[in-house]
């Protein structure tokens, strides 16, 4: 989707087009569902964020901006519903008991078709906190340029070089150990 | 150009599978948002409420004029009694 058509968009979402809804769904549908389950490792949990995340998009259609940056709204708005989530889940000591667990059945594990790299890269992913897993689920997994990312985040684009960079290393130690040490390069 | 260039972990995360919802949940959090799409939808005029209010309003208006129109003749009488008494 080029600026065009996502200022278009923009402005048919902010006159309440279901087809603007429908479209805008059709493209980061997915997207944002796969954000939130390798937030929360947990599929029941990532399905009714991910239904909380567009029925306030859908809420707040009408209020956007002109010239909104799409991508970075949506996971904006999807990161919050899983902040909010984690907050009231601390409270939730069947949370605790699952945690113990390590993740569901539902990683990337369980599926016999993909590749040991892939495994490795899953699991040790799954394995970082979930301020370096944010960060490299948005640039990395879902392809956000550093200036989107830093607006999801709600950060600076000097921090966010910085986080990004220690998600990176701590990645980079879960896979291979902590030898290798070498930083990201991010522009 | 994203923040993931020249990184070739970081290129690596973009190899991760994609997950997807189950059909029938992806219909129906899409029912839910446009549920919600549709309530926010600017109503349009409700026209039997409108008469209804508009009846009451000049009812109301009717009443209060008509108060004031009471009371103004009393005093007005026993004002003019009284500007008749001192001539």
Request: charged share 30%; no cysteine.
């Amino acid at each position: 989707m080029d600026r065009a058509e996502e200022a278009e968009l923009v402005a048919r979402l902010r006159k309440g087009d279901k087809a603007a809804l429908r479209a805008l769904y059709a493209s980061f549908s997915d997207r944002i569902f796969g954000f939130l389950l390798r937030l929360t490792r947990r599929r029941d949990v990532a399905e009714d964020l991910h239904q909380e995340t567009w029925v306030s998009v859908a809420r707040h259609a009408e209020r956007l901006a002109e010239g909104t940056d799409l991508p970075a709204w949506l996971f904006t708005i999807a990161r919050n519903k899983h902040r909010s989530w984690r907050r009231w889940a601390a409270l939730d000591f069947t949370r605790l008991a699952f945690d113990t667990d390590g993740p569901e059945p539902e990683g990337t594990a369980a599926r016999p078709d993909a590749g040991d790299e892939l495994v490795a890269l899953e699991k040790a992913l799954e394995a970082l906190p979930v301020a370096h897993r944010e960060v490299l689920l948005l640039v990395g997994v879902e392809g956000l340029e550093a200036k989107q990312a830093a607006e999801v985040l709600g950060i600076q684009p000097e921090a966010f070089r910085q986080r990004l960079s220690r998600a990176r290393t701590a990645l980079a130690e879960k896979l291979e150990g902590p030898a290798r040490n070498d930083a990201a390069v991010v522009r | 150009m994203n923040g993931r260039d020249d990184d070739p972990l970081l290129e690596k995360l973009r190899g991760l599978p994609a997950k997807s919802l189950a059909p029938a949940r992806r219909v129906k959090a899409l029912e839910a948002a446009e549920a919600v799409l549709e309530g926010k939808r600017r109503v349009g005029w409700r026209w039997p409420e409108l008469a209804m209010a508009s009846v009451l309003a000049l009812a109301g208006a009717l009443y209060t004029v008509e108060s004031f129109a009471r009371i103004g003749h009393i005093y007005g009488r026993s004002e003019v009694a009284s500007a008749e008494g001192v001539e």
